[in-house]
């Protein structure tokens, strides 16, 4: 498994990582094993994981960065009925498709882990 620390935080390289390959194989369980102990000893973990393109991510942080430097009466202005919906208003210098494209691939790779951790105490799909 590759692991190592950076930053003070563990971090398990998931980059090569494909569910459909490698899954039940000693590399998998390996995996299934560290990112378990990983969760159990220290709570967290960084995931070294190539598959989201760095312009991606470079791109999605600095909308984040954008929507969060907004001022508040602005961001006020936002209201939504539904709960936790809202501060998503039409800005046409907002390009939604980037932090879209992110999240789905961040919910891949939730996705994983959680079948990493299923499988490491043998409760995934046999």
Known sequence: M??????????????MTSLAVDRGTDKWNSLCKGVREACENYGCFEIVYDKI??????????????LFSLPLETKKKNV?????HGYCGEYP????NTIVTMMRQLDEQKD???MMILDSYGLGEK
Do not use: C, T, W, Y
């Open 2 to 15: 590759g692991s190592d620390f950076r930053h003070g935080v563990l971090a398990i390289e998931l980059s």
């Open 53 to 66: 393109p760095l312009q991606l991510r470079a791109e999605a942080f600095s909308l984040i960065k954008q």
């Open 80 to 84: 939504n009925p539904k709960s936790f």
């Open 93 to 96: 210098h907002v390009r939604f």
């Open 112 to 114: 994983m882990i959680e």
